[in-house]
Antibody
Framework: QVQLQESGPGLVKPSETLSLTCTVSGGSISNYYWSWIRQSPGKGLEWIGYIFYTGRANYNPSLKSRVTFSVDTSTNQFSLKLTSVTAADTAIYYC???????????????WGQGTLVTVSS | QSVLTQPPSVSGAPGQRLTISCTGSSSNVGAGFDVHWYQQVPGTAPKVLIYANDNRPSGVPDRFSGSKSGASATLAITGLQAEDEADYYCQSYDNRLSGAYVFGSGTKVTVL
C-alpha cells in the first residue's frame, strides 16, 4: 500500500521560503507524476504543480514564478519550495500521486494526510 | 475562482437521490479530458470516488455514479446516507498554456 507523508515547518514568516518534503513509502517514486495540492482554510483545492520522477516539472501558472519542485529517487522523496510567501499562502499542503503516466488522464489516487502551513510573523 | 463550476451546496434526506454538476469549458471537460470526483470528509484528505468520468475504484459503494456530456459532468448519489455528508470536488485537465490540473469549486452535501 502506497503511503505519502508530508514534512516541514508549520510556521513560516512573510517574505520567506516555504519548504516541504513528501516521503513515499510502499512503492517506487519512479514512473509516476507527483503533485502538490493546497487548500486554504475553508476553501477549495488548488493544484500547485507536478514533478515526474525524471525531474520534469509543470507548475500552476498562478504560482509558477515562486515555486520550484525537486525529486530524489534514491530516497523516494520529492520537495516543494515556495518563495516570498504571504498570508495568502496559509493552507493545508497535500502531496499526491498521479494515477498514470498519461498525465492528462491522471487522477490523484494516493494522498498524504496534509500539513498545515501558517504564514505569520 | 475555480475553473470548474459546482453548486456550493446540495442537501437531501436519507434515502434520496442527489446530483452534483461540474461545468467546464472547451479547454478542459469540453475538450474531452476525463473528469474525476473526490469526497473530502472535514479534517481528512480527499479520496477519489469516481475516476475517468464513470468508473468507481474498488471499495466505493455503487450508490455513487458519474457521467459526462459535453463540457459538463455529474456525480449522482442514490440512497443518500448520513455518512455521505462531506465536500465533493470534480477535477480535470486543462490544456491552456502548458497544461494543468483543475478542480471544481466544491459542493457541500448535507444530509437532512
Amino acid at each position: 500500500q502506497v503511503q505519502l507523508q508530508e514534512s516541514g515547518p508549520g510556521l513560516v514568516k512573510p517574505s520567506e521560503t516555504l519548504s516541504l518534503t513528501c516521503t513515499v513509502s510502499g512503492g517506487s517514486i519512479s514512473n509516476y507524476y507527483w503533485s502538490w495540492i493546497r487548500q486554504s482554510p475553508g476553501k477549495g483545492l488548488e493544484w500547485i504543480g507536478y514533478i515526474f520522477y525524471t525531474g520534469r516539472a509543470n507548475y500552476n501558472p498562478s504560482l509558477k514564478s515562486r515555486v520550484t519542485f525537486s525529486v530524489d529517487t534514491s530516497t523516494n522523496q520529492f520537495s516543494l519550495k515556495l518563495t516570498s510567501v504571504t498570508a495568502a499562502d496559509t493552507a493545508i499542503y497535500y502531496c499526491a500521486r498521479g494515477s498514470t503516466n498519461n498525465y492528462y488522464r491522471a487522477y490523484f489516487d494516493y494522498w498524504g494526510q496534509g500539513t498545515l502551513v501558517t504564514v505569520s510573523s | 475562482q475555480s475553473v470548474l463550476t459546482q453548486p456550493p451546496s446540495v442537501s437531501g434526506a436519507p434515502g434520496q437521490r442527489l446530483t452534483i454538476s461540474c461545468t467546464g469549458s472547451s479547454s478542459n471537460v469540453g475538450a474531452g479530458f476525463d473528469v474525476h470526483w473526490y469526497q473530502q470528509v472535514p479534517g481528512t484528505a480527499p479520496k477519489v470516488l469516481i475516476y475517468a468520468n464513470d468508473n468507481r475504484p474498488s471499495g466505493v459503494p455503487d450508490r455513487f455514479s458519474g457521467s459526462k456530456s459535453g463540457a459538463s459532468a455529474t456525480l449522482a448519489i442514490t440512497g443518500l446516507q448520513a455518512e455521505d455528508e462531506a465536500d465533493y470536488y470534480c477535477q480535470s485537465y486543462d490544456n491552456r498554456l502548458s497544461g494543468a490540473y483543475v478542480f471544481g469549486s466544491g459542493t457541500k452535501v448535507t444530509v437532512l
